[in-house]
Each structure stands twice: as C-alpha cells, then as structure tokens.
C-alpha cells in the first residue's frame, strides 16, 4: 500500500504575492475552480486581513468550491483570526493556517518577543483559534534557521492546543536537501503527538532547491506538501506543484507515494496562472516549458519514434498536454464547437459558450482552419471582452520606418463613442497615448510581451501589457491573428482592470 500524501496549493495565497502582480475576485475564483479540478487537498484562498479584495475572494472561494480544503491565512492576532475565520466560515471544509515566527533572528528584530512570549502566543492563538474552527495549521515562521530544540516546544505547545497541521516552511529558502530532510525527520522523532497530526512542509526557491527540498521531505515522511502552480510566489517563488507532482507520479518505484491530484490538468492550470498574472513560463521549465516534451536533436527525435521510453519518461498526455489536431472551420457549426469544448474539458454555461462561438466565428472568418489551440486561448481569453467599461470600437495606425506612427483609437463607453488620436515611437506607443487622451489619466507601462498561441502566419497572438497606476500593477491580455490589434485590446483591458477591478 502507497501512503497518500496531501498536496496544498497557495498559488493564491503565496502566489498572489509575487513582485508585480495580482488577481481581481473573479480571476481568484477561475484559479479556484480549475485547483478543483486539478484535485488538491487543500487550496489556501488568501491572507484576510490583508485587504477587503483578499477577505472578499476567500468568501467567494469558501462558497463555491467543493472537495478540498479552503484554507485562510492569519498572523496570530485576534483581528487576523477573527477576518480569516469570517472569510472561510461558509466553506465544506473550512482551515485557518496561523503563523509566528520561531528564528533568533525573526523573533528579536521583527517581533521583538523572547521565546517565552512566542510560546505563550502559540498556546493562546491556537486555543482562540480552535473556538471557531476545527483544522488549524500552525507554521513556525523560518523554522529552518529556528534552534531546533525550540521548535520541538513551540510544535508541542500548538498540538497540545488543538493544532490538527503543522507546517515546516523554509521561508526564506535557505535550506538544503539533506538537511531538510534531517530537520523533518527529526521533527518527527523529538516532537510529542507528531504522529496525531498532519506534518507539513512549505519550501522557497531562493536557491532553487525549493523542489528537491519539499521531495526530500516527502521521503522523510513530510504528509502534506505546500506549493503553487508554476511555482510562483514571494521572490525566486515556491516548489513547483507540477514538478512535485510528476516526480511522485513518475518515481513511484522511489518514493512509495500516491497523490489525488488529476495530472491531466496540470497543462490547463499552468496555462491559466500564467495568462492571469501575466508570468510567462520560460520554454526550458519542467513539465510545463513549451520545450518540456519537444525533442530536437535527431537521435532523440528517431529514439522517440521507434520507442517513446527511450527518451520520455512520461508522456506529454500524462499533463494534459493533447496533440495540436486542426479541427474546425468556418462552416463548423455551433454542436461540433460545443462538442470539442466537452472533449477539450470544458464545461461552460451556455452564455459562456455563445459569446466564445461569435469569437470563434470571427477567428474562422480569418483563419481557414482553428486547431485546439486556438480554441483553448479563446476560452481562456473569455472574459476579456464581455466586461469593462471601455470597449474597442475601431483603430487605424499609420506606421513606417521613416515617420513617426500616428494612431486613431474609437473606445465606446456606455454607449457613446470617443475618439483620439496620438504620434508615438512605434505603433504600440502611439495606440496606448491615444487610449491615455480618452480616458484622461496615464499610465506606467512596465511590461510588454507576445507570444503566438500556434504557429505559422495566421497564428493567433496573445499579447500582455502590465501597467502601473501608484502601486497598483495588472496585467492586460489581448488576442487577435493581428498582433497590434492584440497590443491594443491588451492596453484596452488592463485600463479596465486598473480602473473598476479595485478588489485586491
Ligand atoms: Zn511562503
């Protein structure tokens, strides 16, 4: 019998708080339902506190979502519990995850407590906590430079408390494999009730050895993995969720663990974090790197061939990752589309898939065929133009090597049209200066990239611009066969974003 090992996901939690970015309510909850999907055990839905947007998404998650976890952050602070609490009280199965921290170096400069008052405020936050809720995870803030002998207390005193998880991060990714593996094994051995309670791990990846930590915990009998889709997070991020995955999935013979997670969704969820925030994932990352399941050289290219085990030691299919068959045209009706969307792993409502069917149309109208690739962007782009306040009517950009681009830009808003127009250094430049005069206010432009969905001429491209107002950053997404129509639809819905999505 393989044991069962839980996986926690904190793409929204931690996530959500890598440099430059952040999601609105219904970006969050598209996460959460596709985490769902993906079957983790545990999905830490945000920090309560921190902000109304926060607080607000947590309580959409906590009612929607149903089969795992949901999980709210907290400081140990009545305010904080208090908030995570009244976020996640409506969840099937409802966490608050409390935290201080247990280091020399956390506890006198940032706390300003001594270890005696740390102990206290374990026992009495775990207690308060447990009058609202049953599961309580309690993490030692940077528990890997913590004395170890202190650690074993402070775990103690949480599960004499009511702790029902406790959590090993190493918050400032600092830690080695095998120390970290020691660390856990140790906890194991020294710290009393151990066994009653879920061990948990959460590693960063400052070293880049967030992966391999967390795998060397699992192995060290860690039973719940923290972690983030793309392993995004707080700096250089957290462990890879994908990366964890598979290696449990494909090193069954070593590790002698099984996990619930449908692996064929980890494609779709990488993809989906990664146009939410606007993070591109590099083509060399594993598992889900563009590169990740392409082979190159000839001698791989003729091994694959005649055996796919000679050079792949899991399938591309395996992630979700599906052949990029052509499938439709401009006569395909709306069933056949409909059909594909089930068959591709979509079930959407019906208004859903009448507004993608007009984009499908439009795109059909352009290209002669649509492959499963395009019809995947489209869906992942479905919210891009339904809401807002201004809307796309027109443009014209008159552009050359030797001029200076000139850019005339129709938005509609409730209705009424507005037009302005603006030189700039290239067609880009000049299309966001005429969107600026419309709407009145500028912008700071911190981020532009494309990237095409499939190959070949016609392929669609996706655009993302991440701009700036004070310290608020959001990413825009624009798609279009025509990248400056892309850009502009991009620039169109981060104004959006930044001027009525104000919920985080
Ligand atoms: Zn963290």
Same mark, same amino acid.
């Given at each position: 019998?393989?044991?069962?090992?839980?996986?926690?996901?904190? =793409?929204?939690?931690?996530?959500?708080?890598?440099?430059?970015?952040?999601?609105?309510?219904?970006?969050?909850?598209?996460?959460?339902?596709?985490?769902? /999907?993906?079957?983790?055990?545990?999905?830490?839905?945000?920090?309560?506190?921190?902000?109304?947007?926060?607080?607000?998404?947590?309580?959409?998650?906590?009612?929607?979502?149903?089969?795992?976890? $949901?999980?709210?952050?907290?400081?140990?602070?009545?305010?904080? *519990?208090?908030?995570?609490?009244?976020?996640?009280?409506?969840? %099937?199965?409802? /966490?608050?995850?409390?935290?201080?921290? =247990?280091?020399?170096?956390?506890?006198?400069?940032?706390?300003?407590?001594?270890?005696?008052?740390?102990?206290?405020?374990?026992?009495?936050?775990?207690?308060?906590?447990?009058?609202?809720?049953?599961?309580?995870?309690?993490?030692?803030?940077?528990?890997?430079?913590?004395?170890?002998?202190?650690?074993?207390?402070?775990?103690?005193?949480?599960?004499?408390?009511?702790?029902?998880?406790?959590?090993?991060?190493?918050?400032?990714?600092?830690?080695?494999?095998? %120390?970290?593996?020691?660390?856990?094994?140790?906890? &194991?051995?020294?710290?009393?009730?151990?066994?009653?309670?879920?061990?948990?791990?959460?590693?960063?990846?400052?070293?880049?050895?967030?992966?391999?930590?967390?795998? !060397?915990?699992?192995?060290?009998?860690?039973?719940?993995?923290?972690?983030?889709?793309?392993?995004?997070?707080?700096?250089?991020?957290?462990?890879?969720?994908?990366?964890?995955?598979?290696?449990?999935?494909? &090193?069954?013979?070593?590790?002698?663990?099984?996990?619930?997670?449908? =692996?064929?969704? #980890?494609?779709?969820?990488?993809?989906?974090?990664?146009?939410?925030?606007? #993070?591109?994932?590099?083509?060399?990352?594993? *598992?889900? @790197?563009?590169?990740?399941?392409?082979?190159?050289?000839?001698?791989?290219?003729? @091994?694959?061939?005649?055996?796919?085990?000679?050079?792949?030691?899991?399938?591309?299919?395996?992630?979700?990752?599906?052949?990029?068959?052509?499938? +439709?045209?401009?006569?395909?009706?709306?069933?056949?589309?409909?059909? &594909?969307?089930?068959?591709?792993?979509?079930?959407?409502?019906?208004?859903?898939?009448?507004?993608?069917?007009?984009?499908?149309?439009?795109?059909?109208?352009?290209?002669?065929?649509?492959?499963?690739?395009?019809?995947?962007?489209?869906?992942?782009?479905?919210?891009?133009?339904?809401?807002?306040?201004?809307? +796309?009517?027109?443009?014209?950009?008159?552009?050359?090597?030797?001029?200076?681009?000139? !850019?005339?830009? $129709?938005?509609?808003?409730?209705?009424?049209?507005?037009?302005?127009?603006?030189?700039?250094?290239?067609?880009?430049?000049?299309?966001?200066?005429?969107? %600026?005069?419309?709407?009145?206010?500028?912008?700071? +432009? %911190?981020?532009?990239?494309?990237?095409?969905?499939?190959?070949?001429?016609?392929?669609?491209?996706? $655009?993302? $611009?991440?701009? /700036?107002?004070?310290?608020?950053?959001? !990413?825009? /997404?624009?798609?279009?066969?025509?990248?400056?129509?892309?850009?502009?639809?991009?620039?169109?819905?981060?104004?959006?974003?930044?001027?009525?999505?104000?919920?985080?």
């Amino acid at each position: 019998m393989k044991k069962q090992i839980k996986i926690f996901d904190t =793409t929204l939690r931690d996530g959500e708080q890598s440099p430059g970015c952040s999601m609105n309510l219904h970006e969050k909850l598209e996460v959460a339902k596709q985490l769902e /999907r993906l079957k983790v055990d545990v999905i830490e839905a945000g920090f309560a506190i921190a902000s109304k947007g926060d607080f607000k998404a947590i309580q959409a998650i906590a009612d929607s979502v149903s089969g795992c976890v $949901v999980a709210a952050l907290a400081r140990t602070k009545y305010e904080d *519990i208090d908030a995570a609490w009244e976020a996640v009280k409506n969840a %099937e199965r409802p /966490r608050i995850h409390i935290f201080i921290a =247990t280091s020399p170096i956390h506890m006198k400069y940032k706390l300003k407590m001594t270890p005696e008052q740390i102990l206290e405020a374990t026992a009495e936050m775990v207690r308060y906590t447990k009058n609202y809720c049953d599961d309580v995870e309690f993490s030692a803030e940077d528990a890997t430079r913590s004395k170890k002998e202190f650690l074993y207390r402070v775990f103690e005193t949480a599960i004499s408390a009511g702790a029902t998880v406790i959590n090993v991060p190493d918050t400032v990714g600092y830690a080695t494999p095998d %120390e970290f593996s020691r660390l856990i094994q140790d906890v &194991r051995e020294n710290v009393s009730n151990i066994e009653q309670v879920e061990l948990s791990v959460h590693c960063h990846n400052d070293l880049g050895l967030a992966v391999a930590n967390t795998l !060397a915990a699992a192995k060290a009998g860690a039973s719940q993995l923290e972690c983030t889709i793309n392993g995004i997070g707080e700096r250089a991020g957290n462990a890879a969720l994908e990366e964890i995955v598979m290696a449990i999935n494909t &090193r069954k013979d070593f590790f002698d663990l099984i996990c619930s997670v449908d =692996t064929t969704n #980890i494609h779709r969820s990488s993809k989906l974090v990664s146009t939410l925030l606007g #993070i591109s994932i590099p083509p060399n990352k594993a *598992i889900v @790197g563009f590169n990740a399941f392409a082979h190159e050289s000839g001698i791989h290219q003729h @091994g694959v061939l005649s055996e796919k085990s000679t050079y792949e030691i899991m399938t591309p299919e395996s992630i979700g990752l599906f052949e990029n068959k052509i499938v +439709l045209g401009k006569h395909s009706g709306r069933h056949a589309f409909e059909d &594909r969307l089930i068959k591709l792993g979509h079930n959407l409502e019906k208004t859903e898939i009448d507004q993608i069917f007009i984009q499908f149309k439009e795109l059909a109208d352009k290209k002669k065929v649509v492959s499963d690739w395009d019809i995947e962007a489209i869906v992942d782009n479905k919210y891009l133009y339904g809401s807002g306040v201004y809307h +796309l009517e027109r443009f014209m950009i008159n552009t050359g090597n030797t001029i200076s681009s000139t !850019a005339n830009i $129709v938005l509609s808003v409730n209705n009424e049209e507005i037009e302005e127009a603006a030189t700039g250094d290239g067609p880009m430049d000049a299309a966001f200066k005429a969107i %600026e005069r419309i709407i009145g206010t500028s912008f700071k +432009l %911190e981020d532009y990239y494309v990237h095409s969905v499939t190959s070949g001429k016609d392929a669609q491209g996706e $655009v993302v $611009v991440k701009i /700036r107002k004070g310290n608020r950053i959001v !990413a825009g /997404r624009g798609l279009s066969t025509d990248v400056v129509e892309a850009g502009v639809r991009a620039y169109v819905n981060a104004v959006n974003k930044i001027l009525n999505g104000k919920t985080s």
